[in-house]
Structure formats: structure tokens, C-alpha cells
Nanobody
Framework: QVQLVESGGSSVQPGGSLTLSCVVS????????MGWFRQEPGKEREAVAG????????WYADSVKGRFTIAQDSAKNKLYLRMNSLKPEDTAVYYC???????????????????WGQGTQVTVSS
């Protein structure tokens, strides 16, 4: 069983930066892919970025391309999301997700992921 714990959420002003972290425990070496999602109250969870842990291939939502960077540490037991040039519309609860199956669909699909963290709040406001 994989456990995921996010941290790093905070309140920042527009244009600011934050780095979210996700600590992965329990068979982290078996994770095939990982991702970051976000959700605002009353809205569906949306994909932000994903990574195939073996190849390092990444995917980004159009809304965050050029501003956000997903990365993993060499031991593959930490996942990061570096967020620059933050906008008010980036305000949401951010979730880390992991999956150990090769099949299951694209990195952007929430149903693709087996394991989820509890989330960390990011608020962008002046």
C-alpha cells in the first residue's frame, strides 16, 4: 500500500511562487506514474501535471505550462510541484496521486490513479 502526504501549501500573492512536496511511502519503487491534481469547491478535480517515474516523461495542463514544473527525487520517494507566476485561478486544494499499473490511461485522468494524498491548500490572493 502506498501512502502519500502533501505539504507546502500556503497563501501567496499573485505572481508569487510555491513548491509543493509529496512524500511517498510503502512500495514507492513500484510506482509507474505520479501526478498532481487540484480541486476547487463545487468543481471537478482537474489534472495539473504528471510524470512517468521510470522515464521521467512529463505532462502538463495547458493552464500551467511554462509556470509549473513537476519533478521527482532520485529515490522516487518524493514528488514536487514548483509553481511560479501564480494566479488567483490557481487557488485550489492540490492533491498528489500515484499508480503502479502500466495500463490505465493518460496521466491527466483522475481515475487512472490508485492512491491519493489528503491535499494541501494553495490560495493566491492580493
Amino acid at each position: 500500500q502506498v501512502q502519500l502526504v502533501e505539504s507546502g501549501g500556503s497563501s501567496v500573492q499573485p505572481g508569487g511562487s510555491l513548491t509543493l512536496s509529496c512524500v511517498v511511502s510503502g512500495n514507492a519503487e513500484n510506482n509507474y506514474c505520479m501526478g498532481w491534481f487540484r480541486q476547487e469547491p463545487g468543481k471537478e478535480r482537474e489534472a495539473v501535471a504528471g510524470i512517468y517515474t521510470g522515464t521521467g516523461t512529463t505532462w502538463y495542463a495547458d493552464s500551467v505550462k511554462g509556470r509549473f514544473t513537476i519533478a521527482q527525487d532520485s529515490a522516487k520517494n518524493k514528488l514536487y510541484l514548483r509553481m511560479n507566476s501564480l494566479k488567483p485561478e490557481d487557488t485550489a486544494v492540490y492533491y498528489c496521486a500515484a499508480d503502479q499499473r502500466r495500463a490505465g490511461g493518460g496521466l491527466y485522468l483522475p481515475q487512472r490513479y490508485q492512491f491519493w494524498g489528503q491535499g494541501t491548500q494553495v490560495t493566491v490572493s492580493s
